[in-house]
């Protein structure tokens, strides 16, 4: 297949780029060059932001792309850029959104697609402003797939998943210096984490999947654990044991409005997925957390 990763130099967009060169594919990134992409990718250098340019970059090969994997379409207007640049020479557009478009207050246990109470603000509201965007085509000469990932974790990334501790580049060393995690309300928020290379090969799957035209997926790993468990998981990878200190949730929200949709439980259905001809992602949290660690510890090893 000939494929487009846009943002191919990011943690999942580098490893949709790595991926998909492996299996044999004809891939495409377009960056703005600031980071090197994966080895036998090829490289549109341009910056999205400049939309003439950003046009001019994709029509100038005059080539089509079976699937258009798009990591960094944060607003409704990338959304249109996308629909523009891609219209008639794209068999799919498959648009990497986020859980975050579900409000914190009204979601359901698990949570579907739909019905749901979506966000209208912040990064979650933009997300779900560009999703509209795809949703609203009235033609079908732009097909398109959404997926809403929740926490995605793997090597090349930061690894938590909670306030204090979100991406946090010391948890390693302070889970092996003993020292205790503060997490807010201890860390009893269920998560439903994904591995970065199971959504990775879950965006080209669905790229192509009759069963996954014009429709929106939520992706989700197979394993729902307590936030505190999946830093535990953590400290077994280290061989030392996790304490945990409670951040009292009313106090964090008070100082930190802007985070409340990490103060949820994230609990997903993936029955949606489970009715196309794609595999859900299938990585355990244990595997995928023990492979993570050790890209962590490996790179700081060079």
Same mark, same amino acid.
């Given at each position: 297949?000939?494929?487009?990763?846009?943002?191919? &130099?990011? /943690?999942?967009?580098?490893?949709?780029?790595?991926?998909?060169?492996?299996?044999?594919?004809? !891939?495409?990134?377009?960056?703005?060059?600031?980071?090197?992409?994966?080895?036998?990718?090829?490289?549109?250098?341009?910056?999205?932001?400049?939309?003439?340019? /950003?046009?001019?970059?994709?029509?100038?090969?005059?080539?089509?792309?079976?699937?258009?994997?798009?990591? =960094?379409?944060?607003?409704?207007?990338?959304?249109?850029?996308?629909?523009?640049?891609?219209?008639?020479?794209?068999?799919?557009?498959?648009?990497?959104?986020?859980?975050? !478009?579900?409000?914190?207050?009204?979601?359901?246990?698990?949570?579907?697609?739909?019905?749901?109470?979506?966000?209208?603000?912040?990064? #979650?509201?933009?997300?779900?402003?560009?999703?509209?965007?795809?949703?609203?085509?009235? &033609?079908?000469?732009?097909?398109?797939?959404?997926?809403?990932?929740?926490? =995605?974790? #793997?090597?090349?990334?930061? *690894?938590?998943?909670?306030?204090?501790?979100?991406?946090?580049?010391?948890?390693?060393?302070?889970?092996?210096?003993?020292?205790?995690? &503060?997490?807010?309300?201890?860390?009893?928020?269920?998560?439903?984490?994904? /591995?970065?290379?199971?959504?990775? +090969?879950?965006?080209?799957?669905? #790229?192509?999947?009759?069963?996954?035209?014009?429709?929106?997926?939520?992706?989700?790993?197979?394993?729902?654990?307590?936030?505190?468990?999946?830093?535990?998981?953590?400290?077994?990878?280290?061989?030392?044991?996790? %304490?945990?200190?409670?951040?009292?949730?009313?106090?964090?929200?008070?100082?930190?409005?802007?985070?409340?949709?990490?103060?949820?439980?994230?609990?997903?259905?993936? +029955?949606?997925?489970?009715?196309? *001809?794609?595999?859900?992602?299938? %990585?355990?949290?244990?595997?995928?957390?023990?492979?993570?660690?050790?890209?962590?510890?490996?790179?700081?090893?060079?």
């Amino acid at each position: 297949m000939r494929i487009l990763v846009i943002g191919g &130099s990011g /943690f999942l967009s580098g490893t949709i780029t790595r991926r998909a060169v492996a299996a044999g594919h004809d !891939v495409w990134t377009v960056t703005r060059g600031k980071r090197p992409v994966p080895a036998g990718a090829h490289s549109i250098v341009v910056d999205r932001h400049d939309s003439a340019a /950003f046009l001019e970059s994709i029509r100038a090969g005059g080539s089509e792309f079976d699937i258009v994997i798009d990591c =960094i379409c944060f607003t409704p207007d990338d959304a249109a850029q996308d629909i523009e640049a891609f219209r008639g020479i794209a068999g799919r557009i498959v648009f990497i959104s986020t859980d975050f !478009v579900y409000a914190p207050d009204g979601r359901r246990f698990p949570q579907p697609e739909y019905p749901a109470v979506f966000l209208t603000e912040g990064y #979650g509201g933009k997300k779900r402003a560009a999703e509209l965007v795809f949703e609203s085509l009235a &033609s079908d000469d732009t097909p398109w797939t959404i997926l809403r990932p929740g926490h =995605i974790y #793997g090597p090349g990334s930061l *690894l938590g998943c909670l306030p204090m501790h979100s991406r946090d580049q010391t948890l390693l060393d302070t889970i092996r210096a003993g020292r205790p995690l &503060s997490l807010v309300g201890r860390g009893v928020f269920l998560q439903q984490p994904v /591995f970065v290379d199971d959504l990775a +090969d879950l965006a080209m799957g669905l #790229g192509t999947d009759p069963a996954a035209k014009n429709t929106v997926f939520n992706a989700a790993g197979p394993d729902i654990l307590e936030s505190r468990r999946y830093y535990e998981i953590i400290g077994d990878v280290l061989e030392r044991r996790v %304490t945990v200190e409670e951040l009292s949730i009313s106090s964090f929200l008070e100082e930190n409005p802007d985070k409340a949709t990490f103060i949820c439980h994230r609990v997903y259905t993936r +029955d949606r997925i489970a009715a196309t *001809l794609t595999p859900a992602p299938a %990585t355990s949290i244990e595997t995928g957390l023990a492979e993570h660690v050790r890209s962590i510890l490996a790179s700081r090893e060079k």
